[in-house]
């Protein structure tokens, strides 16, 4: 079973400290998602998400695979928990941005958020559209 590790994009971050720091739930379901997301990419032959929990990114770019997921946060809806974009590459997540109904957020928006802080990350990355 491989490591998973993790990394942030810099403005993710900051983010979701602050969002975390709002909702008391929110250390603790950032937290738990993780070590879920570890399990789930470290071993492919039983993953722990269905595509319908862990929905995939598509036009981002060839061989690119970008994931979105909800995070749970107890004391706030299913609709109100935020909805978490990550890269996923060799055998490394990166979170890059989050949006959630609370703030209004659409999926195009971010979409291009993801595009934007992929190859601020990665200027070399061939990303589509």
């Known amino acids: ?3 998973i590790e993790f990394l942030e994009h ?12 709002k909702y008391s739930g929110g250390d603790n379901g950032y937290r738990h998602l993780k070590k879920l997301l ?3 990419f470290s071993d492919p032959i039983s ?14 770019g060839a061989n ?16 109100q928990c935020p909805r978490i974009c990550f890269w996923y590459v060799g055998k490394m997540i990166i979170f ?20 934007m802080r992929m190859l601020e990350m990665d200027s070399t990355v061939v990303l589509e559209g």
């Open 47 to 60: 993953p722990m998400f269905t595509k319908k929990v862990l929905r995939r990114v598509d036009r981002v």
């Open 1 to 3: 079973m491989q490591s």
């Open 96 to 115: 890059l941005a989050f949006g959630t109904h609370i703030e209004n957020y659409k999926d195009d928006q971010l979409k291009k958020l993801v595009k």
């Open 64 to 79: 690119i695979e970008v994931y979105k997921i909800t995070m749970n946060v107890k004391g706030l809806s299913q609709g």
């Open 10 to 21: 810099k403005t993710f971050a900051r983010r979701i400290r602050k969002f975390n720091k």
């Open 38 to 40: 570890g399990i789930h």
